[in-house]
């Protein structure tokens, strides 16, 4: 049986790269207040505002990992849980308790919370698209790996 190829274009590692550095720019403009006006904008405009915002951005982090790296997962007992959703959420995380110590920024649960529904809704779409990708020798050789 032939190994089971994970590996992802290059263009999508450059951009999930890229688009972890526009996150990393989002953040760094909105703590040091310089951003922080045009970010209000944006958000207001779009429906549900922040809060689909949150959402759109971490899902699409969530989803861009999970693609380049093949949709590999972790078992922690019987649930398989993807390497990529398991990242951005501790680093989202870490970056919204982190607005408890930055006078410009403040910390919200509900900012949390749907961060954390975009990383599992959206994120997950990678197993259906790497899924998608594999012939189905492949898929049988990783649905035993899973198991």
Known sequence: MQPVDTAAPRWLHVA?????????LLVVLANSGAGTHVLLQI?????????????ALMGTMALLLNLSWGARRWRLGPVPVLKGTVLVAVVVTLEEWSQLFVRRRSFSLEDLAYDYLGILLIGQLAIWLVWWRRDDAQREEVDAHIR
């Open 43 to 55: 958000s207001r405009a779009v429906p549900g505002n922040d809060k689909t915002v949150h959402f």
């Open 16 to 24: 999930t790269i890229a688009f972890a550095v526009f996150l990393a």
